[in-house]
């Protein structure tokens, strides 16, 4: 795709971002993988709550990009393009985000964590996971739209077919089971970007 492109797009996405928290001289970026259903988007609000962070929510940037989604590869790759790209400028300017985004393979997180290293940026790779009967339940409330919330589209037929593709995450990283108590996982977290 062209650079201009990408350009064009990181700069539509970096507009719908609102304000920006406070440049840190060595910003966190943490990524968070898990199938839809999961509790991503929640985690990431709490995570938030405990320390200033911008959340990048991938679901909420396809709809900035792409109002009426089509979830082709294509759109996918141009999405991703644009994120990485603003992953980069905001890493550069010191502030601290969270991708919240499914990141299942390791070749696509291998792509994030050369930004980091690159960029010297505080990387925290975190695992999120709950039982199948919960997720569910959740994608089940969220297709009768009892979740406002959530800008996902995925339901528990895309959660079948994308378990398949989960990889393994081979580098340090926190898991957290949002079925139960994440207080935990969370206070660990902000430990480990305040280090």
């Given at each position: 795709m062209?650079?201009t ?5 990181a700069?539509r ?6 304000e920006l928290p ?11 993988s ?8 929640y985690?990431?609000?709490k995570?938030a709550e405990?320390?200033p ?9 396809r709809k900035?990009l ?20 603003l ?8 502030v601290?985000?969270?991708?919240d ?5 390791e070749?696509?997180r ?9 960029l ?10 709950a039982?199948?009967?919960?997720v569910y ?5 969220r ?20 378990k ?9 990283h ?7 108590d994440?207080?935990?996982v969370?206070n660990k977290?902000?430990r480990?970007?305040?280090?």
């Amino acid at each position: 795709m062209a650079e201009t492109q990408v350009v064009s797009d990181a700069k539509r996405l970096a507009a719908s971002l609102g304000e920006l928290p406070e440049p840190a001289a060595r910003p966190a970026f943490i990524v968070v993988s898990g199938l839809p259903g999961t509790g991503k988007t929640y985690f990431c609000a709490k995570l938030a709550e405990r320390h200033p962070l911008l959340i990048l929510e991938s679901d909420a940037l396809r709809k900035t990009l792409f109002p009426t989604p089509t979830y082709s590869p294509a759109e996918s790759a141009r999405l991703f393009q644009a994120i990485h790209h603003l992953i980069e400028g905001l890493l550069k300017k010191g502030v601290s985000l969270v991708l919240d985004a499914t990141n299942l393979s390791e070749r696509y997180r291998e792509r994030l964590y050369n930004i980091a290293d690159r960029l010297n940026a505080k990387l925290i790779l975190v695992r999120v996971e709950a039982p199948p009967e919960v997720v569910y339940q959740r994608l089940k409330a969220r297709a009768e739209g009892a979740d406002s919330q959530t800008h996902s589209d995925a339901d528990w037929t895309v959660f079948q077919k994308m378990k398949h593709s989960v990889q393994k995450i081979r580098r340090n990283h926190f898991a957290v089971d949002t079925s139960r108590d994440i207080t935990p996982v969370l206070n660990k977290i902000v430990r480990e970007i305040n280090r």
